[in-house]
């Protein structure tokens, strides 16, 4: 089994900065590409930004320049920096990762989502 832990989120003012981190766990041979998607109210949800095994980033528009993805390959881990917060930004965001179990055999793995409001 695999689980993608998320933490980070909360309020914050316009301006401001928040950062989101996602660790994987369990049985994992490998991780391919790692992602956050987000999901505002009353709408479907986005891809924000995603990063390949290397170093290859890919931005929504709306938040380039905001925004940065990195990830600590060692430890299974992605993060989202978010910086200039705007109240269009507030969704809730979830980590998402293809991970390999064995060297056939991958899939998408989705972690649990964390609010982030963007308010004064």
């Known amino acids: 089994q695999v689980q993608l832990v998320e933490s980070g989120g909360g309020l914050v003012q316009p301006g401001g900065s928040l950062s989101l981190s996602c660790a994987a766990f369990?049985?994992?041979?490998?991780?391919?590409?790692m992602a956050w998607f987000r999901q505002p109210p009353g709408k479907q949800r986005e891809l924000v930004a995603a990063?390949?095994?290397?170093?290859?980033?890919n931005y929504a528009d709306s938040v380039k320049g905001r925004f940065t993805i990195s990830r600590d390959n060692a430890k299974n881990t992605v993060f989202l920096q978010m910086n200039s917060l705007k109240p269009e930004d507030t969704a809730y965001y979830y980590c998402?990762?293809?991970?390999?179990?064995?060297?056939?055999?991958?899939?998408?793995?989705w972690g649990q989502g964390t609010q982030v409001t963007v308010s004064s």
């Open positions: 369990g049985n994992i041979f490998s991780i391919n590409a």
């Open positions: 990063i390949t095994n290397g170093i290859s980033t």
């Open positions: 998402n990762a293809h991970i390999f179990t064995k060297p056939w055999a991958a899939k998408d793995y």
